[in-house]
């Protein structure tokens, strides 16, 4: 790579940055007692002269020492100890600290000073309100004993159709507390994709809402937790929160208020259970066929969370880390995860182009004219709630960049010290809007990973610089590479996003997965013995990394292969495109087309020199064999619930598979919107 091809550095930590940063304390912790040479030798230990390719480095090529330097440093209590670290590291099935017992949630109430707040959340439902720690202890005791009287016990399912509230959190530590295994979906999910998720791991417990406020539009959801009481045969009993409607009741359901009475003044246990015991089930987006059903465990996540959310998020005692979410993403997890630091956490359930609820009128029943979209409101937040940390999406921010959101304009952000960024890559374009709008001395970090490991692969590290449309760094402990076809690896080019050693939050297993064949198929395929991600990344010679969108959906035009997140930077960098999906076509003669379809704003359209606008900019970004063969102008792009396009079955839709077989509406944020591309796929046009 070229000097003039570096991309500009838009921040750099300064030395008390860096000096207080807790990778650094870690890094010299390593370099006393496991005599890691991550200071340049010689015994420094000058934060100045830390060096954090040095420390990755090590991390993943003493696999065994690293992560026993997690456990140790940061004090994981096990009722029996392990063995060894890795008495396996074959993948899949590396078998991690075998003989250690432990349980999650125990780390994150130790210590707890009853009085410090823990949990600040708000909703479209209910203002500003904060948990203390005192609080949390006592609500996630009452919930774990009015779970043991339902039989639940260790291993047993408990499945929540839950917001993103306090109450949430709470039952998902109890759940762990007692050596049971959670998981959870949000209530916007239509009732077969909580079927084709719940259905597999045939749940005891079913923890379910009443309903919920979305935009100022109340959807009551009793009818919704009906249907999943009939297809669940295995749930013994509903507990019903009656958060949208107060006093709101189900016939045959256990009011939430006298679950939880049922518990109160139980004290808080904690059953130890083996490193590898689930802790959880999460989901992939399931838009064809069921979703995987992605089992992790007590001990990898502790870890992986410890590592991740000390080190890499540099979470400390004044920060309040807010991330945007719903139950139904991983980054849910990974926020409720953030109680394992002494960091305190931001909970919001509800839109996030909507007026926050200090904003908006006291009664509980939602206007008749809602007001309009403000997507300020999630600054408004946390201004008011002190966030130091925010966390959203990608297209969050570049969509606040293109309706020309001042996050600052009347409103103290001065506690905010750093922007996260996932779900997409976050282009140049956003990356520069951020700094723009609030200056050099803010710390912006995208990351990639995802719901299979429920972590950043690459992501944020406070101590290094940030350069324009890159992500800082490979996160410690996962041997990230770029790979050829042939399993070269590649530097400052594209490659296929592997993993070349195991960590200990890579699922356990898949549920209902007896022979392990889904998941060697999902992971293992590609390159036998080495974890495929499926997504495009370059590895720059500086260490950064780009990510270049799924690796199934690259377009390959004579040889050059381009990654769609590299077109949509470029297209959306027009001020007439506010979203858009591309895909490449096969034809019956082996040829194919770039297909773009694209949101446009209000007021243009695709009559006048846009389109040609539109392939000047990708010509000159991309290259002239990437210019689209056609362009539209569609309503809406296909998501997920978890916000990702629908690229791939698009394409398939478009080559003449059935809808149906492609993608389960029921997955889908905007189902209504594959119908055009369903007609177009009829029409033949």
Same mark, same amino acid.
């Given at each position: 790579?070229?000097?003039?091809?570096?991309?500009?550095?838009?921040?750099?930590?300064?030395?008390?940055?860096?000096?207080?940063?807790?990778?650094?304390?870690?890094?010299?912790?390593?370099?006393?007692?496991?005599?890691?040479?991550?200071?340049?030798?010689?015994?420094?230990?000058?934060?100045?002269?830390?060096?954090?390719?040095?420390?990755?480095?090590?991390?993943?090529?003493?696999?065994?020492?690293?992560?026993?330097?997690?456990?140790?440093?940061?004090?994981?209590?096990?009722?029996?100890?392990?063995?060894? *670290?890795?008495?396996?590291?074959?993948?899949?099935?590396?078998?991690?600290?075998?003989?250690?017992?432990?349980?999650?949630?125990?780390?994150?109430?130790?210590?707890?000073?009853?009085?410090?707040?823990?949990?600040?959340?708000?909703?479209?439902?209910?203002?500003?309100?904060?948990?203390?720690?005192?609080?949390?202890?006592?609500?996630?005791?009452?919930?774990?004993?009015?779970?043991?009287?339902?039989?639940?016990?260790?291993?047993?399912?408990?499945?929540?159709?839950?917001?993103?509230?306090?109450?949430?959190?709470?039952?998902?530590?109890? *759940?762990?507390?007692?050596?049971?295994?959670?998981?959870?979906?949000?209530?916007?999910?239509?009732?077969?994709?909580?079927?084709?998720?719940?259905?597999?791991?045939?749940?005891?417990?079913?923890?379910?809402?009443?309903?919920?406020?979305?935009?100022?539009?109340?959807?009551?959801?009793?009818? *919704?937790?009906?249907?999943?009481?009939?297809?669940?045969?295995? *749930?013994?009993?509903?507990?019903?929160?009656?958060?949208?409607?107060?006093?709101?009741?189900?016939?045959?359901?256990?009011?939430?208020?006298?679950?939880?009475?049922?518990?109160?003044?139980?004290?808080?246990?904690?059953?130890?259970?083996?490193?590898?015991?689930?802790?959880?089930?999460?989901?992939?987006?399931?838009?064809?066929?069921?979703?995987?059903?992605?089992?992790?465990?007590?001990?990898?996540?502790?870890?992986?969370?410890?590592?991740?959310?000390?080190?890499?998020?540099?979470?400390?005692?004044?920060?309040?880390?807010?991330?945007?979410?719903?139950?139904?993403?991983?980054?849910?997890?990974?926020?409720?995860?953030?109680?394992?630091?002494?960091?305190?956490?931001?909970?919001?359930?509800?839109?996030?182009?909507?007026?926050?609820?200090?904003?908006?009128?006291?009664?509980?029943?939602?206007?008749?004219?809602?007001?309009?979209?403000?997507?300020?409101?999630?600054?408004?937040?946390?201004?008011?709630?002190?966030?130091?940390?925010?966390?959203?999406?990608?297209?969050?921010?570049?969509?606040?960049?293109?309706?020309?959101?001042?996050?600052?304009?009347?409103?103290?952000?001065?506690?905010?010290?750093?922007?996260?960024?996932?779900?997409?890559?976050?282009?140049?374009?956003?990356?520069?809007?951020?700094?723009?709008?609030?200056?050099?001395?803010?710390?912006?970090?995208?990351?990639?990973?995802?719901?299979?490991?429920?972590?950043?692969?690459?992501?944020?590290?406070?101590?290094?610089?940030?350069?324009?449309?890159?992500?800082?760094?490979?996160?410690?402990?996962?041997?990230?590479?770029?790979?050829?076809?042939?399993?070269?690896?590649?530097?400052?080019?594209?490659?296929?996003?592997?993993?070349?050693?195991?960590?200990?939050?890579?699922?356990?297993?898949?549920?209902?997965?007896?022979?392990?064949?889904?998941?060697?198929?999902?992971?293992?395929?590609?390159?036998?013995?080495?974890?495929?991600?499926?997504?495009?990344?370059?590895?720059?010679?500086?260490?950064?990394?780009?990510?270049?969108?799924?690796?199934?959906?690259?377009?390959?035009?004579?040889?050059?292969?381009?990654?769609?997140?590299?077109?949509?930077?470029?297209?959306?960098?027009?001020?007439?495109?506010?979203?858009?999906?591309?895909?490449?076509?096969?034809?019956?003669?082996?040829?194919?087309?770039?297909?773009?379809?694209?949101?446009?704003?209000?007021?243009?359209?695709?009559?006048?020199?846009?389109?040609?606008?539109?392939?000047?900019?990708?010509?000159?970004?991309?290259?002239?064999?990437?210019?689209?063969?056609?362009?539209?102008?569609?309503?809406?792009?296909?998501?997920?619930?978890?916000?990702?396009?629908?690229?791939?079955?698009?394409?398939?839709?478009?080559?003449?598979?059935?809808?149906?077989?492609?993608?389960?509406?029921?997955?889908?944020?905007?189902?209504?919107?594959?119908?055009?591309?369903?007609?177009?796929?009829?029409?033949?046009?």
């Amino acid at each position: 790579m070229t000097e003039s091809s570096v991309p500009r550095v838009l921040w750099e930590p300064d030395e008390a940055r860096i000096e207080s940063s807790n990778i650094v304390a870690f890094a010299r912790w390593a370099a006393r007692n496991r005599g890691v040479e991550a200071f340049g030798g010689s015994g420094a230990t000058a934060a100045a002269d830390f060096d954090y390719d040095a420390l990755w480095r090590w991390s993943v090529t003493d696999v065994d020492g690293f992560w026993a330097s997690i456990w140790e440093y940061h004090g994981v209590r096990a009722q029996t100890p392990y063995e060894q *670290v890795l008495a396996d590291r074959s993948m899949p099935g590396a078998q991690w600290f075998p003989g250690a017992t432990l349980n999650y949630a125990e780390h994150v109430f130790e210590g707890r000073d009853a009085d410090e707040v823990a949990i600040r959340h708000a909703t479209e439902l209910r203002e500003l309100g904060a948990w203390t720690w005192g609080d949390l202890r006592e609500r996630t005791a009452a919930i774990a004993a009015g779970l043991r009287e339902l039989g639940v016990g260790e291993g047993d399912r408990v499945a929540a159709y839950l917001p993103n509230l306090p109450e949430t959190a709470a039952a998902f530590y109890a *759940v762990a507390s007692l050596g049971a295994i959670w998981s959870s979906c949000s209530p916007d999910f239509g009732v077969r994709s909580v079927i084709d998720r719940f259905a597999q791991i045939e749940p005891k417990v079913l923890l379910a809402v009443d309903g919920y406020r979305y935009a100022g539009k109340d959807f009551d959801r009793r009818p *919704v937790v009906e249907e999943l009481r009939a297809a669940l045969p295995t *749930v013994e009993r509903t507990v019903l929160l009656d958060h949208l409607t107060p006093g709101a009741a189900l016939d045959g359901t256990l009011p939430w208020d006298e679950f939880v009475a049922s518990g109160s003044g139980a004290e808080l246990a904690f059953t130890p259970v083996p490193f590898d015991h689930p802790l959880w089930v999460l989901y992939s987006s399931g838009t064809t066929g069921l979703p995987k059903a992605i089992v992790q465990g007590h001990g990898g996540i502790l870890l992986e969370q410890l590592k991740n959310l000390n080190l890499h998020l540099d979470a400390q005692a004044h920060d309040r880390v807010l991330w945007f979410t719903t139950t139904g993403w991983m980054m849910w997890n990974f926020l409720v995860s953030v109680l394992l630091t002494k960091a305190s956490i931001v909970l919001y359930d509800g839109s996030p182009a909507h007026p926050s609820p200090s904003t908006a009128p006291d009664d509980r029943a939602p206007s008749a004219e809602p007001p309009a979209p403000d997507l300020g409101s999630l600054w408004d937040l946390a201004a008011e709630a002190g966030v130091t940390v925010f966390g959203t999406s990608a297209g969050y921010l570049s969509s606040c960049m293109k309706e020309g959101v001042h996050p600052r304009e009347g409103r103290d952000l001065s506690a905010l010290k750093a922007i996260g960024s996932t779900g997409s890559p976050l282009s140049p374009e956003a990356f520069a809007w951020v700094y723009e709008e609030f200056g050099s001395d803010l710390w912006l970090f995208s990351t990639s990973g995802g719901t299979d490991i429920c972590s950043c692969l690459v992501g944020g590290t406070p101590t290094l610089p940030v350069y324009e449309g890159e992500i800082q760094s490979r996160g410690l402990g996962m041997a990230v590479a770029a790979w050829d076809p042939e399993g070269r690896e590649l530097v400052g080019e594209v490659g296929e996003l592997v993993v070349t050693e195991p960590a200990p939050s890579m699922p356990v297993f898949l549920w209902g997965d007896t022979d392990g064949e889904r998941l060697r198929d999902s992971y293992f395929s590609v390159y036998p013995g080495i974890w495929r991600h499926g997504d495009w990344i370059e590895i720059t010679d500086r260490g950064t990394a780009i990510i270049y969108g799924r690796s199934d959906s690259t377009i390959n035009r004579g040889g050059v292969r381009m990654g769609t997140s590299e077109i949509y930077r470029a297209v959306l960098a027009l001020d007439e495109v506010i979203d858009a999906l591309v895909v490449d076509v096969p034809q019956g003669d082996g040829s194919s087309k770039i297909e773009l379809f694209t949101v446009l704003r209000e007021g243009s359209d695709l009559e006048g020199d846009l389109p040609k606008e539109i392939a000047r900019r990708i010509r000159t970004d991309c290259s002239p064999r990437h210019v689209p063969d056609r362009v539209r102008a569609i309503r809406a792009v296909p998501r997920t619930l978890s916000g990702k396009v629908l690229e791939v079955p698009v394409k398939r839709i478009l080559m003449g598979e059935s809808p149906q077989k492609v993608a389960s509406r029921d997955s889908l944020a905007n189902p209504e919107a594959l119908d055009y591309f369903s007609d177009l796929a009829d029409d033949g046009s």
